[in-house]
Nanobody, 123 residues
């Protein structure tokens, strides 16, 4: 069974940076497309970024394009999200997700989810 564990969240000031990590276990990491989603209080879960199996292609939601970078290290079974120039509207619980198909940007496209890590941006 796939297990995902996020870490790296916290409280940061506007304009600051954080790097989230997602540790993958239970199956072969390089067989899965990976993504980050986020969910703010009272809102639906929102697509943030996705990356294909071999780290060759990534895609971002409009709200984070140019500020966030998704990457993966298949040797370490770990997914990352580097977040720069953070804004108050980036405050949310961030989730990593694993799926079988590349190119997915909705929650239905991912089969395994972590428990989430809180990111709070103060103004």
């Amino acid at each position: 069974q796939v297990q995902l564990v996020e870490s790296g969240g916290g409280l940061v000031q506007v304009g600051g940076s954080l790097r989230l990590s997602c540790a993958f276990s239970g199956r072969t990491f390089s067989n899965y497309a990976m993504a980050w989603f986020r969910q703010a209080p009272g809102k639906e879960r929102e697509f943030v970024a996705r990356i294909n199996r071999n780290n060759a292609f990534s895609y971002y939601g409009d709200s984070v394009k140019g500020r966030f970078t998704i990457s993966r290290d298949n040797a370490k079974n770990t997914l990352y999200l580097q977040m720069n120039s953070l804004k108050p509207e980036d405050t949310a619980v961030y989730y990593c997700a694993a799926g079988f198909r590349s190119g997915e940007t909705t929650t239905d496209g991912y089969h395994y989810w972590g428990q989430g890590t809180q990111v709070s941006v103060s103004s």
